[in-house]
């Protein structure tokens, strides 16, 4: 067998692949997606450099949780859980210089502080309207006078 059927072979499975991984992202975010609540929220891993070590993702409201799934990712399951009951909403500000490139346009960068450290998120503002309700509407019972540890 010639060398350009072998070279084309291997475009070919590799064409496959690409196109088996896109089949699985849209899959995968049809059942992300299938429960409802989910917005674009971007979430910082590493702020060792300013405006670096953001991901994007998608948010998911699931009961007393906030869960984040990354975009490329095949993992049915969230990357990370916050729990209502452990975020305190510290502020927001605009995205500035590298951030404006990483996330996505007009989003806000907001900052929450959790028992093991501070949170940065980014959304847009109608999904911070909406976080911003879903911290407050808490259960019954809950200390809204606490202060972050």
Same mark, same amino acid.
């Given at each position: 067998?010639?060398?350009?059927?072998?070279?084309?072979?291997?475009?070919?499975? @590799? #064409? &496959?692949?690409?196109?088996?991984? =896109?089949?699985? %992202?849209v899959?995968? /975010?049809? +059942?992300?997606?299938?429960?409802?609540g989910?917005?674009?929220?971007?979430?910082?891993?590493?702020?060792?450099?300013?405006?670096?070590g953001? @991901? #994007? &993702?998608?948010?998911?409201?699931? =009961?007393?949780? %906030?869960?984040?799934? /990354?975009? +490329?990712?095949?993992?049915?399951?969230?990357?990370?859980?916050?729990?209502r009951s452990?975020?305190?909403?510290?502020?927001?500000?605009?995205?500035?210089?590298?951030?404006?490139?990483?996330?996505?346009?007009?989003?806000?960068?907001?900052?929450?502080?959790?028992?093991?450290?501070?949170?940065?998120?980014?959304?847009?503002?109608?999904?911070?309207?909406?976080?911003?309700?879903?911290?407050?509407?808490?259960?019954p019972?809950?200390?809204?006078?606490?202060t972050?540890?």
């Amino acid at each position: 067998m010639p060398v350009w059927q072998w070279l084309l072979d291997a475009a070919g499975v @590799l #064409l &496959g692949i690409v196109l088996l991984y =896109g089949l699985g %992202l849209v899959l995968r /975010r049809r +059942f992300v997606s299938r429960h409802g609540g989910t917005f674009e929220l971007s979430y910082r891993v590493r702020s060792s450099k300013a405006g670096r070590g953001w @991901l #994007l &993702g998608l948010g998911r409201y699931s =009961g007393e949780s %906030l869960e984040w799934f /990354r975009y +490329f990712s095949l993992s049915p399951r969230p990357k990370r859980v916050l729990q209502r009951s452990e975020l305190v909403y510290a502020g927001r500000r605009p995205a500035e210089g590298a951030e404006q490139m990483s996330l996505y346009p007009d989003h806000v960068v907001i900052s929450c502080t959790t028992p093991r450290g501070v949170v940065e998120l980014a959304m847009s503002p109608a999904s911070l309207m909406g976080f911003q309700s879903w911290l407050e509407s808490g259960p019954p019972g809950t200390d809204w006078t606490r202060t972050p540890r």
